[in-house]
């Protein structure tokens, strides 16, 4: 018996039907259809740390204004490189973000001979989020209540100062190293992996300093577990009113006042229509009441910025960094 509806005309029906699955499958190729699958950012830092509280935020709001998960996923050590290293292992889709500062952007890739990775060609920017100062602490009840008491301390130590940092090629790194310089005193550069076990550390008296993001610093501060000295910032904070910055307390080392800043970047090759679409989700955020708070009680200055302005920020201030890793002798294998 031969079945002859196999070869008959396709009904009124089934076209209609294959109509729509094509339009359906043509529609989901589109960008517009971004995101749709959770999105992945890999945080440099390990969790509890300022920049991973700042990536949480970003992709608190991130999600809501997508429709989409976006997944938090910790990659801490080596300052960043894991973390940079994974980035550049996934696809250039969209799917895989990071959060990376200042250090990662300006500073770590020139703190070794053989440059890990460059910033200007392994990333494509989607949005700087902002701003924070820095500012540099000791441990309560020695005695010390500004920089000069610190210097004096670092000329009685025998074999000077041991101050921490997140990492080898941080600002806190690159900023207490350089002012260590100005006030032409020993120390020794203490790196942990992140910044909340260098700050357990510097709460513990195991070292004398610690550069901070000022959030950080704050909350030990106000619970007497810390003392201010000296803000690496053009102008006094409100949160710290009382704290001098740099320049009033070392007039020699006033070019060290640099604030950190975090931004939001995809691998290189990313599409740049999905570049846009993430940056224009962070300007929304910006107007987004709960995500403004978050961050303001965290000090971060919230800024706006085009996709491209990452890159921009990051030759613009390695212009500054390399000159002065290069006069400190900072870079190693």
Avoid at 69 to 88: D, E, M, R, S, T
Wanted: charged share 15%.
């Amino acid at each position: 018996m031969t079945v002859q509806y196999l070869h008959s005309p396709a009904s009124p029906r089934v076209l209609m039907a294959a109509a729509c699955l094509a339009v359906a499958t043509a529609a989901g190729a589109q960008p517009g259809a971004y995101p749709s699958k959770p999105i992945q950012i890999i945080a440099q830092q390990p969790p509890g740390s300022g920049s991973d509280a700042m990536t949480r935020v970003w992709a608190d709001c991130a999600a809501r204004e997508l429709g989409q998960a976006v997944v938090v996923q910790n990659k801490p050590g080596a300052n960043g490189i894991l973390a940079v290293n994974y980035l550049k292992a996934q696809p250039a889709d969209g799917y895989s973000l990071m959060s990376i500062g200042m250090s990662q952007m300006s500073i770590t890739p020139y703190v070794y001979r053989q440059q890990p990775y460059d910033p200007l060609r392994d990333f494509d920017g989607v949005s700087v989020l902002g701003t924070s100062p820095l500012v540099l602490a000791v441990p309560s009840g020695q005695g010390i209540t500004r920089l000069a008491d610190l210097e004096k301390l670092a000329r009685a130590t025998p074999g000077g100062l041991n101050f921490g940092s997140p990492g080898k090629g941080s600002p806190a790194h690159l900023l207490t190293t350089a002012l260590m310089d100005r006030m032409g005193v020993p120390a020794t550069h203490v790196p942990f992996v992140g910044e909340g076990a260098g700050l357990t550390a510097l709460m513990g008296q195991q070292i004398h300093a610690m550069t901070l993001v000022i959030g950080t610093a704050t909350a030990q501060v106000k619970a007497g577990k810390l003392v201010p000295l000296a803000l690496f910032a053009a102008q006094r904070t409100p949160q710290l009113p009382d704290v001098p910055t740099i320049a009033e307390a070392l007039p020699a080392a006033g070019d060290l006042a640099r604030p950190s800043w975090i931004a939001v970047v995809a691998r290189a090759g990313t599409p740049p229509d999905l570049l846009n679409k993430l940056n224009a989700v962070t300007d929304k955020c910006r107007s987004d009441a709960q995500y403004k708070s978050r961050l303001e009680t965290m000090n971060v200055t919230l800024t706006g910025s085009t996709p491209g302005d990452a890159r921009a920020w990051a030759a613009r201030d390695a212009a500054v960094w390399r000159p002065l890793i290069d006069k400190l002798g900072l870079a190693t294998e």
